[in-house]
């Protein structure tokens, strides 16, 4: 994966003749050189160091010794990995012990769940986890490099397993070059099977099947592309605090409870480290909240009136209830715009979700509760209303990033 | 004594002024609008028309703040200052000479100069790292196989939070960084959008605008390493590369 880059602003060659090269790497090295050179140059200014890698977004890269350490791993079948992903939740504590697995949504075709390794599909899943750890060791790289300059009790580390869920285009077959999706162009089986052993390297930009990025999102339903459901929009977060909140007695690897909409961890960054800023007063208004509250409290829930609208799959939530319009049109689905069928805004179905006590939105309370339904749509248009982002058609798939 | 020398009155005048800056308080608007005046009166020749009464009033008036006459000879090299507005064949100026305790660089002007700005004492580094498509369930951080090394069991307290949300789509790296920190600092992004078709356009203005300003890029040093969606539309497709966009006119 060689993508066109830039430095700065300007634009920079592609490093075509590099042998090896993953971006990822060399983000990291470029990360890692960066931080040793501020340190050695002005240690006693502090730094801000983002590493943004391109995993595991589409496509997913890695070297064919961390692919072949994932050979075999996942022949059991998506459903069963789902089921022992969320095993191993119970077991660590991420989620709540009363939490459910979800259904799987019935606009997934039959069969979303088989890895179909007959046809030549088997390496898909095994190629994103080597490509995720990949990744993983070279932030483990930046890590060590922050260690190594005796900062690491002097940083505050902010990762966010984001930047939204798991990817449902590649289909029921996957994509050997993801841009055939978005061209609505079926790839042909023969010349995907024949080229099964270049996954993972430069010559594909591949994109998984369905059912994996189903799997991935353990235990929600749906995927990215659907803000209406905890698939699309909900992420796994760590924040190390190292030196600077220590002492406040709090156990490690504490799970924060309650429920944490429109967070923005800048504002939690930026309260954490006491600063205050000369242009603060021309900022323009925003709804997001520090989250320096959740470090004194784990079971703190949002003390602000959290109201999550989203236009393209309209859903809110207020109070621990979600409302979310039932998704119209697949992520995977790719030529609904062009074809006309999209539904329209207003004829959307809503469900309905307890999510302070139904942590996955497994249970539909849309039948049960229409006072409370009415009550979260009729937020939803207000709400919709005052903040400019009123849904004036239904969106369809569109190019991922 | 027979025709004016305007000559003269100018001299007297910026003597005046240079005496004038040693009063330490002033501001930069000042300083900027008291040269903009005192090149304006050298163009047209009205330099030098006010009386020492009138000056030794307004700087009763304004001790202790900003002045237009204090301010008006901070920009410029106050030796120099007469000598233009002499011109070619005029005497040369009367000099004034400070005492070095009373020299502008050495005590008042230094408070009227923009400030470095710092971190607070005490403030940490922070490393911000954040994935693309990685869904809830994808590592073992949370619950899944894929190896984190680093992310748990680590000796240092760590939160991890399982109701933390982000949008549908990319927007969420955005806020992260503002694009001050990818102009202040070595940037690199990469375009994905090889097709050319246009980024997804969402509507909330509200969080658009509050990208522009990120208080730890000029705090702290900053740096910004990865993918990056703050790349305009315009410069995503390759060089010499129309976008589709374009030609089918969406």
């Not at chain 2, 006459?69 to 064949?89: E, I, K």
């Not at chain 2, 990208?211 to 040093?221: I, K, S």
Request: glycine share 8%; charged share 25%; proline share 7%.
């Amino acid at each position: 994966m060689e993508p066109g880059s830039f430095r700065g602003h300007k634009a920079i060659e592609p490093p075509h003749d590099a042998k090896n090269y993953f971006f990822d790497k060399d983000m990291a090295d470029h990360t890692i050189g960066w931080i040793r050179m501020q340190h050695a140059m002005a240690p006693n200014k502090p730094f801000l160091a983002y590493y943004a890698p391109g995993t595991a977004h589409a496509p997913h890269h890695a070297p064919k010794d961390w692919i072949a350490k994932f050979k075999g791993k996942f022949d059991q079948g998506w459903d069963k990995v789902r089921e022992q992903t969320f095993a191993r939740q119970k077991a660590a504590g991420v989620i709540p012990p009363d939490a459910k697995l979800t259904e799987r949504p019935q606009a997934f075709p039959p069969g979303t769940a088989e890895r179909r390794p007959e046809e030549g599909l088997r390496p898909y899943d095994e190629v994103y986890a080597a490509a995720l750890a990949h990744c993983d060791y070279q932030m483990s790289r930046i890590l060590d490099t922050i260690e190594a300059q005796g900062e690491l009790d002097n940083t505050l580390v902010i990762y966010i397993q984001g930047d939204n869920g798991a990817s449902a285009e590649g289909g029921m077959q996957g994509l050997l070059n993801e841009m055939t999706v978005f061209n609505a162009i079926p790839e042909d089986m023969k010349e995907v099977t024949r080229r099964m052993n270049e996954l993972g390297g430069p010559m594909t930009f591949n994109h998984y099947p369905v059912g994996w990025a189903h799997a991935m999102d353990t235990p929600f339903q749906w995927t990215k592309q659907i803000a209406s459901h905890f698939g699309g929009t909900r992420n796994g977060m760590v924040i190390f605090l190292a030196g600077t909140h220590q002492g406040q007695g709090r156990p490690p690897h504490a799970v924060l409870l309650g429920h944490r909409h429109h967070a923005d961890p800048s504002r939690g960054r930026r309260r954490a480290c006491a600063h205050e800023h000369p242009m603060a007063c021309r900022r323009s208004p925003s709804r997001a909240r520090s989250l320096v509250y959740t470090f004194d409290d784990a079971k703190a829930v949002a003390t602000y009136d959290a109201v999550f609208r989203d236009v393209r799959q309209p859903r809110i939530y207020h109070e621990g209830w979600v409302a979310a319009t039932t998704p119209g049109v697949a992520p995977w689905d790719t030529s609904a715009e062009v074809q006309g069928r999209l539904p329209a805004v207003l004829a959307y179905k809503w469900e309905l979700y307890n999510v302070s006590k139904d942590f996955s939105e497994a249970v539909d309370l849309a039948a049960k509760e229409p006072a409370k339904l009415k009550e979260l749509q009729d937020l939803f248009w207000t709400e919709a209303e005052e903040y400019n982002v009123l849904p004036s058609r239904t969106a369809g798939s569109t190019a991922s990033t | 004594m027979g025709a004016p020398n305007p000559g003269q009155d100018q001299i007297r005048s910026f003597t005046l002024r240079i005496s004038c800056i040693l009063r330490p308080r002033v501001t930069r608007a000042g300083a900027s609008r008291a040269l903009h005046e005192l090149r304006a009166c050298l163009s047209q020749g009205k330099a030098g028309t006010r009386s020492r009464s009138r000056i030794s009033n307004q700087r009763k008036k304004t001790h202790g703040s900003a002045s237009i006459h204090h301010d008006g000879c901070r920009g410029a090299d106050r030796r120099q200052l007469g000598c233009w507005s002499l011109g070619a064949g005029s005497p040369a100026p009367a000099r004034t000479t400070l005492r070095r305790q009373d020299r502008p660089h050495d005590k008042g002007l230094r408070k009227g100069l923009p400030k470095m700005v710092e971190a607070p004492k005490g403030a940490p580094n922070i490393l911000l790292i954040l994935t693309d498509d990685v869904g809830f369930g994808a590592s073992s951080t949370f619950g899944d196989r894929s190896p984190r090394r680093r992310w748990t069991g680590w000796r240092r307290t760590d939160f991890r939070y399982n109701n933390f949300h982000t949008r549908l789509f990319a927007r969420p790296r955005a806020p992260h960084c503002s694009a001050d920190a990818t102009i202040t600092a070595p940037t690199r992004a990469s375009s994905w959008n090889w097709h050319g078709l246009p980024r997804l356009r969402l509507a909330d203005v509200e969080e658009q605008r509050d990208l522009r300003r990120n208080p730890e890029a000029e705090r702290l040093h900053t740096s910004w390493y990865g993918k990056n969606h703050n790349v305009p539309t315009g410069r995503t497709a390759r060089p010499g590369v129309r976008p589709v966009a374009d030609r089918v006119g969406l």
